[in-house]
């Protein structure tokens, strides 16, 4: 037997999307609490900040960059910008450069 509302979703639609939305949460917070303006950190390492491993689209560079369609919502990048980071994945294809946003300023957005 499924739980439903009075607008026909199950009770379990609900969680599974938050569950979904908090994905890269811990990566957010993580993120809020350095002090550095510039720093790198591999796949490896995110994966432990997050708890679960990144999907196999993190090795390509338009994953993380806000530079790359920067209208495209995608929960990783809006952690970063949420935390005050822009993140670049290095050439390395296994880690990523965050840099601190100057304060104030919009995140970058690509030159048309």
Do not use: H
Not at 2 to 15: H, L, N, Q, T, V
Request: hydrophobic share 40%.
């Amino acid at each position: 037997m499924r739980i439903r509302s009075k607008a026909g979703k199950s009770f379990f639609d609900g969680i599974r999307q938050v569950a979904t939305m908090t994905d890269y949460d811990a990566l957010r917070d993580y993120l809020a609490k350095q002090k550095l303006s510039e720093f790198v950190l591999s796949f490896e390492a995110i994966e432990k900040i997050i708890g679960d491993a990144l999907p196999r689209a993190a090795g390509r560079a338009s994953w993380w960059e806000t530079l790359r369609s920067p209208q495209e919502k995608m929960p990783q990048r809006e952690a970063c910008l949420a935390a005050g980071y822009v993140a670049t994945r290095l050439p390395d294809g296994k880690s990523v450069r965050f840099a601190r946003m100057k304060q104030g300023r919009e995140p970058p957005t690509a030159i048309r």
